[in-house]
């Protein structure tokens, strides 16, 4: 008597698999190298094309929600990190977490803007107009009070210049202290009380993830077009393409230059994610020198990981594993950016 064979069942269960594989989300992302782009194809100051040669890059980083295929291939390969739901949008939606960034961006580009014309000594106004809401924790008081995309103007009817200040205040109330928060939805001034919290970070808050509302005016017409772009990072070099195009057209001696880093209404350069796989796509794109922030560690970093390594070290460090020729330059600030290009055309 022949033994029955199994192969259609075997593959029907391959089948299935396969398609698991390659079409259900799991709640994971990866991160991977993005693209190097012209700065032109988003950016036009006081209505003139850029037409010098050489280009300013600026540099992403592709996320993409992950499959079990996508796994696989960031184990497999260098500079493709996995993170968790929680890890990449702390909690948001796939919109919420798009639109979180799109907030970074305008308040990125409005930093630029401000940062750009005044070092070319340009006049321009930078208004504060409070905080955008990005997140709200679990623990807060103001949980399903405010929202994404609320701005926050005044705490206790006290008001601020930055961001920087609301949250140092708000710091200083005491655990559990009534607090009353003044904010804006839908264009509606509203208020509402709450306790203050414990945040993650051990200071004390109102529980709230934030970013700077601003808003710019000045005589020089500054266009953006980022639409699908998100995040603070190109900060520092959309500043430096509008430094060059008012103050010092022949500044970048016609090389490809990229780099990364956000912006603040002092020059300082922040600190960014990813800065490995923008190393990557910057060498790709045939740049010869690539900004990275030069910041310390913070001691929080260090705590959550003590192998923590500042963005330039990690930058060089990634530099040397792929053997570029690209020079990675650290830079603290806007200026810093401007001397390097200057003493070394």
Known sequence: ??????????????L????????????????????????????????QPDQEEGSYQFVTVGVKHARMVDLVYAWLTPFTDIHSAKEMTGGSSDAEFMRINQFYMETSQNMAKYQ?????????????????VLTVTDNSTFKGVLNIADTVTAVNDKTFESSK??????NSQTLGDQVKVTYEEDGKVKTAEG????????KNGIGIGLIDRTEV???????????????????????????????????????IIAGTGSIDRD??????????????????????????PNNPVTEEAKKAN?????????????????????KIVPVKTLQDAIDYLKNNP
Not at 1 to 14: A, E, F, S, V
Not at 117 to 129: C, P, Q, R, V
């Open 306 to 326: 003590p192998n923590a390594k500042s963005n330039y070290d990690t930058a060089l460090e990634a530099a040397q594993m792929i053997k570029t020729d690209m």
């Open 195 to 202: 306790k203050i919290i414990t945040l993650e970070n051990g």
């Open 116 to 132: 750009g014309l005044k070092t070319a000594g340009k006049e321009i106004e930078l208004k504060y107009l409070g905080v955008y």
């Open 165 to 170: 200040e609301m949250v140092d205040y708000v």
């Open 217 to 255: 005016s000045s005589d020089v017409p500054i266009k953006f077009s980022t639409a699908g772009i998100g995040g603070p990072s190109a900060g520092m070099m959309f500043s430096l393409s509008i430094y060059t195009q008012i103050a010092d057209p022949t500044l970048r001696n016609g090389r």
């Open 1 to 14: 008597m022949k033994k029955k064979t199994r192969w259609p069942l075997y593959l029907i269960i391959g």
């Open 267 to 292: 020059g300082n350069v922040g600190d960014i994610g990813g800065i490995d796989k923008k190393v990557v796509a910057a060498a790709k794109k045939g740049a010869t020198v690539f900004f990275a």
């Open 16 to 47: 299935i698999i396969t398609f698991i594989a390659f079409t259900v989300p799991l709640p994971y992302y990866i991160e991977v190298p993005g693209t190097s782009e012209d700065i032109r194809k988003v950016l036009q100051v006081n209505n």
